[in-house]
């Protein structure tokens, strides 16, 4: 815990404890002219009140104006009171830590503080927190942060491009982020109002499509957190062609026997024969669209309007341990064409998503697992699983997740991990699947 640090003053405080005695001066004179006038009944209350209640009235109407301004009032009194505390706080612990830059005013010796700016958005529910750097060789930890920020937590910061600026992505822990969905109605109103060529995760997260990887242990929300995309897929079947690979036969096979039965497989031969069709299509989809291709710069298949494949491989762990048993030529083979899609499919659609309980160097070698660009990591997974999903390198707090939250990694939405919790269905998942393919 730190120790109050109260030996050095600010501008800031100076500034208002000059404006406060200024005004306490000016009441107390008001108010002992006015007693004494009344007393003596000299009668210099009526030149002298309307002079001092004028500037009186002027130093708290400019006052409130710069606190009103400084606070973005305009946003609305409940934004500008989170603003006010939430630079407070940080204030007091920066002086508290001792981060600040000092120097001399009137012989006095002031502590100047980092700038600090602050951008709440969606109902101040999230919002961007921009803390000057100051070159100081101290460390301004998010953790240091999160304490400050009562009920914002940090959730990724980095230093601006110019390096002038931490810059702190922050949310309210107390906000929930996760989607309810009472029936599939619901569901289906809410996808039909995301346009774009994007899976939504939570109230905050959307990603485009990706090979991926799903970890979570047992009962984590896997499963579910596929449903809400297949499911979303469903309802623009246009945009989509989906294929489900289940080697342990659950749940995913039942729901891929639905959608689309030839291209559901469950058994090691099928597995490897809908592997080969997919890489067959990809080679052909190549092939159409790579005069396409050549006409426009970072053209993908979107932007000729050719649908995406997505091939859900569920328990990946359970089909490599049977793939250990093949012999190596054929190991290879399998490998290569997974990587193949891994490596090349983006530009022309086709995806793999690989979902596992640990996604360790056995159970998916690094080189397909460092070359998918998604990766979530749902519910409360051990050190070494976060690691391998994201990298030796990267911080990630442990948390009580819930089920079907955790943390995700994307190109462009989330360099690093960052939170999200997939959507609570509440729902018959089959009979929205049987509604959806109609
Ligand atoms: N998003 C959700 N909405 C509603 N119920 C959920 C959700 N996520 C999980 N559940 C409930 O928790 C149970 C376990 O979730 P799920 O089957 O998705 O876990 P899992 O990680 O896939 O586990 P396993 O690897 O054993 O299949 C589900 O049967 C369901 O009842």
Redo the contacts with the bound molecule.
Sequence with gaps: MSVRNRQISTSRIQRGFYVHTTLIFLTIITLIISIADSLLKIGVTQYSNPYLITIIASIVTIQSLIWMIRNKAYKGVKYAFIHYFTVLNLRKAFIDSRYYNTRFHLNKKIAELPRIKIEFEKGLSIGKLYIENIHMEKDLSSSNISIALNRYVVERSYLSRDEKYYIFEIFDSNINR?LTFQSSDEFRDFTLNIADQHLFIDKFTKIPLHSSLFV?????????????LVLQMLLKKEMYNLYFVDPKN??LSVMGEKITAQNTASNFDDIVSLLKDFIDLMKQSKFDLKEKLGTKLEATYADFGYPSHVLIFD?FASFQSQLQSMEKKKRDEIMSLITQVVLEGRQLGFFIWF?M?KSDSSLIPTYIRENLPVKFV??NAEKQTNITAFGSGVETKEKDFQ??EGLFVCPLVANQPKLCH?????FDILEAVNEFID
Excluded: H, M, N, P
């Design positions: 996760q979570g242990q047992t009962g984590s929300g896997k499963t579910y957190a596929l449903y809400s659950s749940s328990e979902v309980q749902i519910g089920l079907g997939f959507s609570y269905l509440d």
